[in-house]
Every structure is written in C-alpha cells, then in structure tokens.
C-alpha cells in the first residue's frame, strides 16, 4: 500500500539546478523521517539529505550549501531542490520513508523502510 515516485531528474550542466520530487502514498507512520539517497557507478548508496515530519532536516556535507530538501504534506509530496550541480552530484536519486522516534533523522538507511524506484540526475560540463 505505501509507495514512493520519484520525478524530476533528467540531465543539467554544471552550475544549473533540478528540483526533485517524491510523490507518497498511505501512512504506515504518524512521526517519520522522509529522505533522499544517492548512488554513483561503482559507490555505495550515501544520504544527500533529511527530513522529519515535524521540520529539522539533517544534509550530507558535500551538498549542504547547495541543497533544500522540503516536505509539502498537503501535496505528501517531498522535494529536493538542488542549485549549483556538479559533476559529483550524477547520480540515481531514491526517495525513501521511515519511522521517527526523536524528531531527528540521520543517514541510517536501515531505519528506512519503503523506498521508490529512484530517478537519474546526470550533471555534464
């Protein structure tokens, strides 16, 4: 019943932006973290960026200065908006969803249990 779309991704030049969305439904949790992963060619999957559903959001330090993530529940819509790509930035992009029980969420890709399909963000010079 719960599933994650991703949209949004497609190919940008360095320096251009992309905002990323990920459409949910159901409810399998009334306190969650929503977030965004990432995944190169050969690299493990990392945590781009965090959002709890009472606000804090959590963002990896490579993208920190460069990335918004939002949650628009009226929409159960979560965003990305990412300025100022680089070529470090190509990668699949998967939106996930998990439980939330300090307000706080991390990088711990185990404490996310539905994830989407993924949508490819590709950044050329």
């Known amino acids: 019943q719960v599933r994650l779309v991703e949209s949004g991704g497609g190919s940008v030049q360095s320096g251009g932006s992309l905002r990323l969305s990920c459409k949910v439904s159901?409810?399998?949790?009334?306190?969650?973290?929503m977030g965004w992963f990432r995944q190169a060619p050969g690299k493990e999957r990392e945590g781009v960026a965090t959002?709890?559903?009472?606000?804090?959001?959590n963002y990896a330090n490579s993208v920190k200065d460069r990335v918004v993530v939002s949650l628009e529940k009226v929409k159960n819509t979560l965003y990305l908006q990412m300025n100022s790509l680089e070529l470090e930035d190509t990668a699949m992009y998967y939106c996930?969803?998990?439980?939330?029980?300090?307000?706080?969420?991390?990088?711990?890709?185990?404490?996310?249990?539905?994830w989407g399909q993924g949508t490819q963000v590709t950044v050329s010079s």
């Open positions: 996930a969803i998990g439980p939330s029980y300090y307000d706080k969420c991390l990088f711990a890709e185990h404490d996310f249990i539905y």
């Open positions: 159901g409810r399998p949790y009334r306190d969650y973290c």
């Open positions: 959002i709890d559903s009472d606000g804090p959001t």
